[in-house]
């Protein structure tokens, strides 16, 4: 059983938690996963690792409440316990010591970039951030990117932090104004890397994005997340969830979200 420590809800929809697991914390590095599952009944919940800290033994999980699984997590209190935290799955994100680089968060994908960014700032990387979201509400880990990020610029659909507009407004205004990069990490919906990208890869800005189709097992055994890179067949739960941006066939899996 894996203890609650904290919780703390962000908006509406979405809360974060974090659960005492001290294995994971041990070998968890930036761009990998857990699998959680509530109890014996309950579904298996493939979610990014959003922080961790190896002293207290801790991961922190970011989760949207959209199904009967996560509704259940949300359910139980600091105190608590849920019977499995499987991890550290999938593959390490690939860091590198660029001089500058651009993220890119899209609603929950904040969760997932935020210890990419907090990594490459520890290791001397100026980093700028935009953080998309449909409202201001639905801004989140605000303060943490504040913390490790020069640069933190917003976007939103109503206009109520930021411009009114998408993270890729605000991306081509940088990109005009004669902002330099040397690599952008993107993550958030599938249309929003989608869109970074085909602003990004015209001009060779090198750019890596974070997969996240529809997953069972996590370790390659059911092949529901499997997703094409150039001309190879990968899986997302054990070759990413993080590949090259330049690579990735978006309209395939879009139109794989489109079954389910």
Known sequence: MYEIVAKEMLNEQVEKMVIKAPFVARKCEPGQFIIVRVDEKGERIPLTIADYDRTEQTVTIVYQIVGDGTKSLAEKQVGESVLDFVGPLGTPTILHKHK????????????????????????????????????????????????????????????????????????????????????????????????????????????SVSLNPIMVDGTGMCGGCRVTIGDEIKFACVDGPDFDGFLVDFDEIIRRQMYY
């Open 100 to 207: 500058r680089v651009l993220g890119i968060a899209g609603g929950v994908g904040a969760a997932p970039i935020y210890p990419q960014l907090k990594r490459l700032y520890e290791m001397g990387v100026d980093v700028d951030v935009i953080i998309g979201g449909r409202s201001d509400q639905y801004i989140i880990l605000e303060k943490e990117f504040e913390a490790v990020c020069k640069n933190v610029y917003f976007a939103t659909n109503d206009g109520s932090r930021g411009i009114e507009g998408f993270v890729t407004d605000v991306l081509l205004d940088l990109l005009e104004k004669g902002e330099v990069y040397d690599e952008v990490i993107a993550i958030g919906p599938v249309i929003m890397m989608k869109a970074v990208v085909n602003i990004t890869k015209p001009i060779g800005l090198k750019t």
